[in-house]
């Protein structure tokens, strides 16, 4: 069983963070962490004053979703450029660089995601027993119609991820959305220090890396989300049922095979060490190159492990050279 932090962790508890918010969450958009997956941080600014999509029942339709989806510039780009394949019991199946996504037609069945030739990671969709049949409505976007106020699309994307969406049609939809994760072998769901998680196998060895969530309204405008997760299942609150919100809502995690780069475990002494300043984080990983903005981060990551008795994990994706960053117990 993992070390790494089990049990329910919000981010509304995070008091470090949320007192040093802006020098934070300056640091993590500079990096533009990914969870290639990269980890983008924050939603490029959307068109203001967007058409309605939904009529607001309870019935969320596959055309309800199709126009939803057609209406995000960044979805829509992923799509031009993903290569796809099929076959009876999938919607969509890709391959991109060794990695694949394989999304089903019966929603119960769950995406499957990894290496092509190596451990595959299954992810249950949120209401998966309220799904109708997946159907592809633009390339590598598969909808899913539902009955419950709140329909999933799942896409395939040009990076080898999968971007997981939820269509929130009215203030009476769910608030909460249940991603049930299994892993062969065991392992677990973290949260990362960024408001995004981690999923590690048995060996607490990086295999995916979720990308900090988001959800914003029919006209843009962001939408409160966070993840919790119990180290099995990662749910995405939305907080949407709320005056001034325009539906629909579209709720997103992304996830990404943590292919290139290596993971680091630091100790308790490292990691207070580290805590303590920019250049002694720079010292330290100085073999991957970072930039001192990512020191930086890495350090202020280690000071607030450091002083809640944890310690700090750190990946660095060799291409980038942006780490993630999650805490375990040491």
């Not at 993992?2 to 007192?19: E, M, Y």
């Not at 299954?122 to 998966?128: G, H, K, Q, T």
């Not at 303590?276 to 001192?292: L, Q």
């Not at 990512?294 to 450091?306: E, K, M, P, R, Y």
């Amino acid at each position: 069983m993992s070390q790494a932090i089990l049990g329910t962790i919000s981010h509304k508890n995070v008091g470090w963070f949320k007192q040093n918010k802006i020098q934070l969450m300056s640091g993590l958009f500079l990096l533009a962490m990914t969870l290639s997956i990269s980890l983008p941080v924050a939603v490029a600014a959307q068109p203001q004053g967007r058409r309605r999509h939904t009529n607001r029942n309870r019935q969320v339709t596959r055309a309800e979703v199709q126009q939803t989806i057609q209406s995000l510039p960044e979805v829509m780009d992923d799509s031009r450029q993903t290569n796809l394949q099929g076959d009876a019991d999938s919607a969509v199946t890709s391959i991109k660089d060794g990695n694949t996504v394989d999304v089903p037609k019966n929603a119960k069945e769950g995406v499957t995601f990894g290496a092509e030739n190596g451990p595959k990671v299954d992810i249950e969709l949120p209401n998966a027993d309220k799904a109708g049949e997946g159907t592809q409505v633009a390339p590598g976007v598969v909808a899913y119609e539902s009955d419950n106020g709140a329909a999933n699309a799942v896409q395939a994307d040009k990076n080898g991820g999968v971007r997981m969406m939820t269509i929130i049609d009215n203030p009476d939809a769910p608030t909460d959305y249940d991603y049930k994760v299994t892993i062969p072998n065991g392992g677990s769901v973290q949260l990362a220090v960024n408001g995004g998680a981690v999923i590690l196998d048995a060996n607490d060895q990086l295999l995916s890396i979720v990308d900090t969530p988001w959800a914003k309204d029919a006209t843009g405008k962001l939408v409160e989300t966070w993840f919790t997760t119990d180290g099995q299942t990662l749910t995405q609150h939305v907080k949407h049922n709320v005056p001034g919100v325009a539906y629909p809502v579209t709720a997103d995690p992304w996830i990404s095979w943590a292919w290139h780069g290596a993971t680091i475990y630091l100790s308790r002494n490292e990691t207070i060490a580290i805590g303590v300043g920019t250049g002694i984080a720079a010292g330290y990983f100085a073999w991957a190159r970072i930039p001192g903005a990512v020191a930086q981060t890495i350090s202020w990551g280690a000071a607030w492990a450091g002083s809640h008795g944890y310690c700090l994990a750190v990946y660095i994706n060799w291409w980038t050279r942006q780490p993630t960053l999650w805490l375990h117990r040491c």
